[in-house]
């Protein structure tokens, strides 16, 4: 397979992109991440973005990321925000997990916030859905729809036993 070459192929593959954890606060627009290639106090960074960086992009499609390489005298992480406001973290000699969790405690969503939005989009609020948590429990509750079986007979045309398989000759 060809997207299973090159420095660590597991990066490219849909399970380790949907195991991201860093999903960004509704706020942010721009992410950039600059750092200096083989300059050991830029090392962490570039780990941080070498294993991370897929994963952001995957779990935030509607903000911008950006790597500038050999172009910073120090290494850092700088977020642009709606309000026009910007925010700079040092990450001068420190390593990728360090980075990891400050930034996601710093510009990702808490877990409670991203289980109540999962919670929120799981919820079935179309009023054409039926059945056990919705709105209608039997689709007979539905205006418009045919009173339920389980009260009242259909007449036979609707029955199938009746349409397709002939018994609605009368014996003789």
């Known amino acids: 397979m060809p997207f299973m070459k090159g ?13 991201g954890k860093l999903v960004l606060k509704d706020s942010v627009k721009i992410v950039s991440f600059n750092y200096n290639t083989n300059h050991p106090p830029s090392e962490g960074a570039e780990n ?15 903000v911008q990321m950006l790597v500038f390489n050999d172009m910073t005298p120090s290494p850092f992480v700088q977020v642009f ?5 910007k925010l700079v973290l040092d990450v ?20 409670e916030t991203l289980a109540a939005e999962a919670l929120a989009k ?5 009023p ?9 429990e039997c689709i007979c509750e539905i205006p418009g729809q045919i009173p339920c079986t389980k009260w009242c007979t259909p007449p036979k045309e609707q029955r199938g036993k009746f349409k397709f398989l ?5 014996p003789e």
Not at 55 to 62: A, D, E, F, I, V
């Open 7 to 19: 420095a660590a192929p597991i990066r490219r593959t849909l399970n380790y992109l949907e195991k």
């Open 128 to 136: 054409a859905s039926f059945g056990y948590m919705c709105t209608h």
């Open 166 to 170: 002939g018994k609605d000759v009368e």
């Open 48 to 62: 941080f973005v070498f294993w991370h960086f897929a994963q952001m992009q995957y779990k935030n499609p509607s």
């Open 122 to 126: 799981e919820k079935k609020t179309n």
């Open 81 to 85: 925000f709606n309000s026009g406001t």
């Open 92 to 111: 001068d000699s420190q390593d990728k997990d360090r980075i990891f969790k400050e930034v996601r405690r710093i510009f990702c969503k808490s877990d």
